[in-house]
């Protein structure tokens, strides 16, 4: 099993201090990855840059010649602030297009045959960008850039996005709403940041029915977690057959991340983990990529990565030196499950 770890030293260069989107977060993650070797059991390839006609697949020209002006004009305080959430320094839309290329490369690395599967430790994170703003911390669309450049590139009619992050991925949805060529699935907190994801919105024209939101109160955890991938997400895989998988993953539905109110474990998030890799086994020859997203407690985000990096290597370990929360009541996931099979035809 090969495994592509994308990344690049400069994503640190993205930075303001005392936000939640901070340098420590991939910091982190590379760290954990090197301590436990994983690192170098994996083919590591910098990121390279994202070209601009490929962002502008999903992005508009006004929202990109705004971002070419904050390269043009650095702030006197360091960063511009795009939303109350949302920075953008001197360099930022460079390692943004290094975020974005990232993820491209690691859908290249697995179309071209290079590598079975692949890891994207990457930021700024990109899920909440919308095609003509910046939004969540997120300055461009990494997955959705991605996934028109596997289809447009390698000729892939279909690419299910399954988005773990515990906020809705608004700007994923908004790229691909109308769009039957992707199947686009999102769990998230609701009602939450940025307050869409509702049960109902399922795409519309051609794209209805293209689009899955599993909209979750706070306290749910690693068993409501597998109820939906086992009796949603998988008929839902079964149905569309993707011939590639990415995945956004997001570790900030973990216990532990101080921005929300979820109550995965590390070992649930790797139960996640396999189960999608699974599907991509079933479906699509094991053509699967894991884009990093959020996630705010260093621990949590760590772990979780270097628990999908086993997995990709088709190691059995799973590491959670953080446990179990102290309260481990779920509500009743079943009537979200019922409602969404009514909805959804499963």
């Known amino acids: 099993m090969t495994t592509a770890y994308i990344t690049h030293p400069r994503y640190t260069e993205h930075h303001l201090a005392g936000h939640p989107e901070h340098a420590g977060r991939i910091r982190a993650v590379w760290t954990e990855l090197d301590k436990t070797g994983l690192s170098t059991r994996m083919q590591k390839i910098d990121a ?23 390269e043009q004009h650095p702030p006197q305080t360091g960063v511009h602030h795009l939303d109350p959430d949302t920075y953008a320094g001197a360099t930022s839309f460079e390692i943004a297009k290094l975020s ?32 003509d703003h910046a939004m969540g911390f997120c300055l461009l669309g990494n997955v959705p850039i991605a996934t028109r450049y596997a289809q447009k590139q390698f000729g892939i009619e279909r690419v299910m996005i399954v988005d773990f992050d515990v906020h809705h991925g608004n700007g994923t949805e908004a790229m691909l709403y109308d769009d039957p060529t992707t199947l686009f699935i999102s769990s998230h907190q609701y009602p939450f940041y940025p307050g869409t994801g509702a049960l109902t919105d399922t795409g519309t024209g051609k794209g209805t029915g293209y689009t899955i939101n599993i909209p979750l109160a706070a306290g749910h955890g690693d068993n409501s977690y597998a109820a939906f991938y086992e009796q949603i997400i998988w008929p839902a895989a079964e149905r569309f057959k993707p011939e590639l998988i990415i995945v956004s993953a997001g570790f900030d539905a973990h216990w532990l991340d101080p921005i929300a109110g979820m109550r995965l474990t590390l070992t649930g998030y790797a139960h996640l983990t396999r189960e999608l890799i699974k599907m991509a086994e079933k479906f699509c020859d094991g053509k699967i990529v894991f884009a990093m997203e959020g996630g705010y407690n260093l621990d949590a985000l760590s772990h979780g990565m270097a628990n999908v990096a086993y997995a990709l290597l088709g190691d059995d370990a799973v590491s959670d030196p953080l446990g179990l929360p102290r309260d481990q009541r779920e509500p009743d996931v079943k009537p979200l499950i019922n409602q969404l099979k009514q909805i959804h035809g499963f």
């Open 48 to 70: 390279p840059a994202v070209a601009e006609e490929w962002i502008l697949n999903v992005h508009t020209p006004k929202y990109l010649e705004l971002l070419h002006w904050i």
């Open 100 to 131: 974005a290329g990232g993820v491209v490369q690691a859908v290249d690395e697995v179309l071209s045959g290079r590598v079975n599967n692949a890891l994207a430790a990457v930021r700024p994170p990109g899920h909440h960008a919308m095609p």
